[in-house]
């Protein structure tokens, strides 16, 4: 009986080596489109936009109006340490209540940021500072080991 214990044992790690220490998600920014008019291209097509991967992986779409093309790389664990640090009060907070105070505008394209914190939506009618900072940082983050991948396949960090 012991063996088979062991056995079993034995067979569970190897299979969770590899699924079961997948890598949670610590924040992803994903876009809605605006509502389409006839004749109109949107300006902001629907995808996502940036993810961050408890494992250090990073998907990053070369910008809001393209997240049909995108990166992958992997931030170094100082950077990835510090990115943790300043999230939530730095980046988060700020972009949350400027978010919250311009509201929601039903036919405008929007972004959806999902965190630790919780989840919201931004707006990208009239962009505020906070939105645009929050892009920016998004952007400027250096990136190691990067690669162009296909959005469709890749930036999950499940």
Known sequence: ??????????ILISICSTSCLAASTIVSVAQVSEYPRPGKVSSYPPGLLFEVCTSGAVFRAFGEGSP????????????????RTVLEKEWLAPLRAECKARGIIVDAASIRIKAASGEFDCSRY???EALKGFESKIWSLELKEVKI??????????
């Open 1 to 10: 009986m012991k063996k088979f214990a062991l056995g079993i044992g034995c």
């Open 68 to 83: 049909s093309r995108a990166e992958k790389g992997v931030l170094e664990k100082s950077a990835l340490k510090d990115f």
């Open 126 to 128: 009239n962009e505020g």
């Open 149 to 158: 991948v296909d959005p469709r396949i890749h930036g999950s960090c499940k």
